[in-house]
């Protein structure tokens, strides 16, 4: 799915890493611990979280993962933009629930990993 | 190579610091791209453990031409049952380190995955030492 689709479907906003929206993602994982996303072997794959924290881009860094969808209008810290773009990292934020975000992207066409 | 590290209890806001900057390193020295994501996960878990269930420690890495052996000894509580901690879910995060993201039982069973070699001394009120070791090839 390219991301510049994904995120006008979540009502979504490009906060950084703005240059990846035409990039694309084929699978999702969405929680809000970070050792479950630490098991994902692949890289290719959009974290779908409420967790608005250092820790979460710390995951992606670790993960070689490049996006974020940030969902229920969590704010991003300075910290966190900084930390983003340092590892160009592409963050969304959504005003939708968790839920709501993986639900319409399921039924788009975005795989779960599991 | 010798790296070496402090890491504070309790500090979420630097925690990670060292993993990344060791990939940093892992990555300058063109180390496959596969093998330095098992190296910064594994580290990544146990720099975080140190954070969420100790009060200080020290990771050191030595990095050679064929991989990395990874030291990381803190002062804190110690592991009561080690077999029970690497149970898959098992975990005693508090409410605050949940609230950071951590906390899912998954850290020390991932680092198990990830590392060649993988060793927990421990002993209980006086500290942990994980042994991690990865071959590059
Ligand atoms: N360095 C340590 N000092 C003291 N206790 C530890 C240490 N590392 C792990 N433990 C104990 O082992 C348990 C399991 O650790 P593990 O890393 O698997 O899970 P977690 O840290 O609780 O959650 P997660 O890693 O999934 O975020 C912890 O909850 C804690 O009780
Ligand atoms: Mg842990």
Same mark, same amino acid.
């Given at each position: 799915m390219n991301l510049g689709d994904l995120c006008n479907l979540v009502e979504g906003t490009a906060v950084c890493g703005t240059g990846r929206l035409g990039d694309s993602v084929e699978y999702a994982f969405a929680s809000d611990l970070m050792s479950d996303v630490l098991t994902i072997k692949s890289t290719d794959f959009i974290l779908i979280t409420g967790l608005a924290n250092i820790q979460s881009l710390r995951t992606l860094e670790m993960s070689d993962a490049s996006y974020m969808l940030l969902c229920r209008g969590k704010e991003v810290t300075p910290e966190m933009l900084e930390l983003a773009e340092e590892n160009d990292i592409l963050i969304i934020t959504s005003p939708y629930s968790l839920f709501r975000c993986a639900g319409i992207l399921f039924s788009a066409g975005l795989k779960p990993l599991y | 190579m010798n790296l070496e590290y402090k890491v504070e209890g309790g500090d979420f806001t630097s925690a990670g610091l060292a993993s990344s900057q060791i990939k940093k390193i892992l990555k300058q020295l063109n180390v496959d791209p596969a093998v330095i994501k098992r190296v910064v996960i594994a580290l990544y878990e146990a720099e975080v453990n140190i954070v969420a269930h100790a009060y200080r420690g020290v990771i050191k890495a030595q990095i050679d031409g064929g991989g990395i052996n990874l030291t990381l000894e803190d002062e804190g509580p110690g592991i009561p049952d080690v077999e029970m901690a690497m149970t898959p879910g098992f975990s005693t995060a508090s409410k605050a380190v949940r609230e950071m $993201?951590? $906390?899912? $039982?998954?850290g020390l069973p991932n680092i198990s995955e990830n590392a060649d070699d993988f060793k927990i001394d421990t002993i209980v009120g006086q500290g942990t030492t994980l042994r991690i070791g990865i071959k590059f090839r």
């Open positions: - | $993201g951590f $906390g899912a $039982g998954m």
